[in-house]
């Protein structure tokens, strides 16, 4: 059993930066493969990031890439969403999620979710 805190979110810019992180409770943090996901008002959840359990490989949502950079630290069983040059269409709650296995996750089949950290992007 994971469970995972979400942190981080706000109210910012557009063309502004946050970072996100999720802290993980257990002792088997490195088992797990994590990403993070978001869902904006009315509109089905997403994958925005993933990363594998050593932080050697990761995906990123078309989305996203060049703007937004996912890391982990398994000393601090915690996984950070680094999010730049953030956009009004970025504004939605993202959610930390863990699954158990290597391999970063490309779509949301978790095991594990966090309840989630509210990003508002204003124009």
């Known amino acids: 059993q994971v469970q995972l805190v979400e942190s981080g979110g706000g109210l910012v810019q557009a063309g502004g930066s946050l970072r996100l992180s999720c802290l993980a409770s257990?002792?088997?943090?490195?088992?797990?493969?994590m990403g993070w996901f978001r869902q904006a008002p009315g509109k089905e959840r997403e994958i925005v990031a993933g990363?594998?359990?050593?932080?050697?490989?990761?995906y990123y949502a078309d989305s996203v890439k060049g703007r937004f950079t996912i890391s982990r630290d398994n000393a601090k069983n915690t996984v950070y969403l680094q999010m730049s040059s953030l956009k009004p269409e970025d504004t939605a709650a993202y959610y930390c999620?863990?699954?158990?296995?290597?391999?970063?996750?490309?779509?949301?089949?978790?095991?594990?979710w966090g309840k989630g950290t509210l990003v508002t992007v204003s124009s």
């Open positions: 257990g002792r088997t943090f490195s088992s797990y493969a």
């Open positions: 990363i594998s359990w050593a932080g050697y490989s990761t």
């Open positions: 999620a863990a699954k158990v296995g290597r391999y970063a996750p490309t779509d949301d089949g978790m095991d594990y």
